[in-house]
């Protein structure tokens, strides 16, 4: 594999595994900012896969979606899955409505982006 291509795998697994401890210590805002991140690095490293060349700095996961092929290949679940994770990079840094976010990120639902968010990664990964 080539290495730029493990270079975003190991740390949109490195990511991963942190949002599952932001999980296990109750730290739920950043369960959503991790997941968006392991997510925004998987999808570099498909970017850099299909394209063989660096994406552009950018923490747009519908841009990473839709500068690659994946955009025709997403589910409409995964799409819209996309479109929940996409604000939470900025939210989670500069929580402009923290109260709302926090009632949003209960334990529930940040098991289901946990959830989700390992099944795209291995869906992308297969992909690879």
């Known amino acids: ?4 291509v493990k270079y ?4 949109s697994d490195y990511d991963f595994e942190t949002a599952k401890a932001m999980l296990k210590s109750k730290r739920l805002l950043y369960v959503g900012f991790m997941c968006h991140q392991a997510i925004e690095k998987i999808l570099k490293a498909y970017f850099v896969f299909s394209k ?3 994406p552009k700095f950018t923490h747009r996961l519908t841009y990473l979606t839709e500068s690659t092929d ?3 290949i997403l589910s409409e679940e995964q799409k819209y899955f996309i479109d929940e994770l996409e604000p ?4 989670a ?4 409505h923290k109260d709302l976010l926090f009632k949003e990120l209960n334990a529930d639902k940040c098991h289901t982006i946990l959830k ?3 099944e795209l990664i291995l869906w992308i990964k297969k992909k690879l």
């Open 1 to 4: 594999m080539d290495e730029k």
């Open 8 to 11: 975003w795998i190991d740390l």
């Open 52 to 54: 063989e060349s660096q």
């Open 70 to 72: 994946l955009e025709k």
């Open 88 to 91: 939470l990079n900025i939210e």
């Open 93 to 96: 840094r500069y929580p402009t």
């Open 116 to 118: 989700q968010t390992e």
